[in-house]
């Protein structure tokens, strides 16, 4: 079996990942770095999976118990704040543990990537995706959990809310790479990564309806991609409309756009990972 | 076809000189832009291989060899330059290369597998083979991180051959592992060899690069010092490294002025740039005296380092110079055969005063022992198999 493998200098970046020999490594290196991440993560230990549900379950418990207790914040309109805030606080957890790990994530690897040749954008995505797909998992289970226990949800809604997270995890998964890449030359970005986080949780209209936005900053708040697809769930699985409608298709375009732009930063500053890591 | 074809290959490494640069080169990364400062690990490297015809790459520390075989593997991309590869290339870059410390043993033979595009099922069906040759038991199912250096060797040398590779690319790692384990490697690596496997080894060893190469590249800073046939290639190294020791090791104390030796002369007798140890060379000094009186001449081989091979002495061997005007006498002296191995040496010679006591002058003339060999050591003994 002999085939050719041209690595040629000043090749552009797209070509990298075009013969079809490299597209099946990156497959069989995805599926092997996933099983591994999923179980060294969450399976390996013996708490890891609990705590992966019981972290957002807790927060969804202290929001609710602060908003509801504390501030009597009340219910927003017909709805449950806790079905309220469940619905959205979730796909948000979600982004920011993917997002975390997943910057962190080449230096686990560094031994391998200085020693082996293959498509490192298979860590990130092994990353991103045991994360998300596991809070997926979580999400359903703690909708149903909540529906049983008699919270006014729309199951049906998940019609709309499962092609919802496909569309994060293709968006969360461009960021991830920058965020990635860009962790390799300069440390201090997992630092910046947290309070940004957390700054951005509240800026997304996660514990509140963006409804109750000042009009002045509102659009600002709108703006905000993860703002739609916040919006989007609560539309499908609190009020049951089931119909997508055409901002999906530009949450899409922005998600496409999202990973395209954090490819082809990971592949511009790959070559030197090698010499940092 | 090339197995393998290097062209004008050239790695450069950015430097890191001030505070703030890292988001500086990054802007530059991005942009697609060169970084300011770097470092030239590797410039102007061309090379071909063919099936069957290994390489031997040979450098001090921080000569390139690692990027360079890097750079084969595939695990860095050159700054400048092609690389062309026809062929599956296994890997055995330093200890546990390629392996994630984290899995165990048996998922880093599957992760080996993926890494080099083999399906699934053909890392399973060699599996087998693997766990077989590396003979670590149970440790197979420990993660990598908990092994030993020789189980790592073991490890990796079991994956690299299982997955015959048209390229072998490989640096020090046979010293490791015990004597069986040892004795395995080398006779598969024959037998890799026999069957037109083809090798590119980093080494310090000269005597493993004659013996399993056919060619040799010395880098030098990152350049490309020599590329050539192995032996001439070991043998300049060697020699460099001889010179290079010498000049750290004292001479003999010499006493300036008085006798001083005006001419030094090395004719080979076999009139080539390098001396043919059949036909020898002769030697030609000339010694000015101050005070009229013959002196007497002190001449002998040294290695490349300055180690004495043979000498001997005008008064040794009671021989009387050749007046050749008021202050100045000639001394000619011929080796008629020398049983010395292919390599670098110096002709010294030194002038004494007519008692023969002090040593007053030092001349060396460098010469080159032609040929090849693998013979060790610096100088022939005669010997004979007596069972044969």
């Known amino acids: 079996m002999s085939r050719p493998l041209p690595i040629a200098a000043n090749e552009s970046l797209t070509s990298i990942a075009a013969s079809p020999s490299t597209a099946s490594r990156l497959r069989s290196l995805f599926r092997l770095f996933y099983l591994r991440e999923v179980r060294g993560r969450y399976l390996g230990t013996s708490t890891g999976l609990a705590w992966a549900l019981l972290h957002p379950i807790a927060l969804l418990g202290v929001y609710w118990f602060v908003f509801t207790t504390v501030f009597r914040a009340g219910n927003f309109g017909s709805k449950s704040f806790l079905a309220f805030v469940a619905v959205a606080l979730w796909p948000w957890l979600a982004a920011q543990e993917a997002l975390s790990r997943a910057t962190v994530t080449l230096s686990s690897y560094a031994g391998l990537i200085r020693k082996a040749a293959f498509p490192q954008e298979a860590i990130v995505y092994a990353s991103v995706t045991a994360t998300l797909t596991l809070h997926v998992i979580g999400y359903i289970l703690v909708l149903v959990v909540l529906k049983l226990m008699g919270e006014p949800l729309q199951l049906e809604g998940l019609v709309i809310a499962l092609p919802l997270w496909l569309v994060l995890i293709v968006g969360i998964t461009g960021v991830a790479l920058a965020l990635a890449s860009l962790q390799v030359f300069l440390r201090d970005v997992e630092h910046v990564l947290v309070p940004l986080l957390m700054i951005g949780m509240y800026l997304t209209p996660i514990l509140y309806p963006l409804t109750l936005v000042p009009e002045g900053v509102r659009p600002w708040v709108a703006a905000n991609p993860f703002s739609w697809v916040v919006g989007r769930m609560r539309d499908a699985l609190l009020d049951g409309r089931l119909a997508f409608v055409p901002g999906d298709a530009v949450a899409v375009v922005v998600a496409v756009a999202l990973f395209a732009a954090g490819l082809a930063m990971f592949r511009r500053l790959a070559p030197h990972f090698e010499d940092f890591l | ?388």
């Not at chain 2, 640069?21 to 991005?30: E, G, N, T």
């Not at chain 2, 880098?219 to 750290?248: C, I, N, S, W």
């Not at chain 2, 090395?266 to 020898?280: C, F």
């Open chain 2, 1 to 388: 076809m090339q197995l393998l074809e290097l062209d004008g290959v050239g790695k450069d490494y950015p430097r890191l000189d001030a505070v703030g640069s890292r988001v500086r080169l990054v802007y530059r990364l991005l942009r697609g832009v060169a970084p300011g400062s770097v470092f030239r690990a590797l410039d102007g490297i061309t090379l071909s291989m063919q099936r069957g015809e290994s390489l031997g790459v040979v450098g001090e520390n921080g000569a390139g060899k690692s990027t360079l075989l890097k750079i084969v593997a595939g695990v860095v991309k050159p700054t400048r330059g092609s690389v062309q590869v026809n062929g599956r290339i296994a890997a055995l870059l330093e200890l546990g290369s390629g392996f994630h410390p984290d899995y165990a043993g048996s998922a880093n033979i599957d992760l080996a597998g993926a890494l080099l595009g083999l399906a699934p099922e053909e890392i399973a069906a060699k599996r087998e083979a693997i766990i077989a040759f590396a003979d670590i038991g149970d440790h197979i199912d420990d993660p990598v991180k908990t092994y030993s250096s020789g189980m790592v060797v073991r490890l990796g040398f079991a994956i690299a051959t299982a997955l015959s590779p048209d390229v072998l690319i490989t640096d020090e790692v046979f010293a490791v592992g015990d004597e069986s384990f040892q004795k395995k490697c080398i006779t598969w690596m024959e037998r890799y060899l026999e069957d037109g496997g083809t090798l590119l080894l980093c080494s310090h060893s000269m005597y493993h690069v004659q013996k399993l190469c056919v060619n040799a590249l010395w880098l030098d800073h990152g350049k490309p010092r020599m590329y050539g046939d192995a032996t001439t290639v070991a043998r300049e190294y060697l020699a460099f490294h001889e010179a290079k020791l010498q000049a750290h090791t004292s001479h003999t104390q010499v006493i300036a002025g008085d006798y001083r030796i005006t001419s030094l002369q090395l004719v080979p007798l076999n009139h080539g740039a390098e001396v043919d140890p059949e036909s020898g060379f002769r030697v030609s000094v000339t010694i000015r005296s101050p005070d009229a009186r013959p002196p007497v001449v002190v001449i002998g081989i040294v290695r490349a380092d300055g180690t004495p091979i043979y000498g001997t002495t005008s008064e040794v061997d009671g021989v009387q110079p050749r007046r050749e005007a008021d202050d100045r006498y000639g001394f000619d002296l011929t080796f008629e055969a020398l049983p010395l191995l292919p390599g670098h040496y110096r002709l010294r010679a030194h002038a004494m005063d007519p008692e023969g006591m002090r040593v007053f002058d030092l001349h060396e003339v460098p010469f080159v022992i032609g040929g090849s060999t693998r013979e060790l050591g610096f100088c022939r003994l005669p010997h004979r198999w007596d069972h044969a």
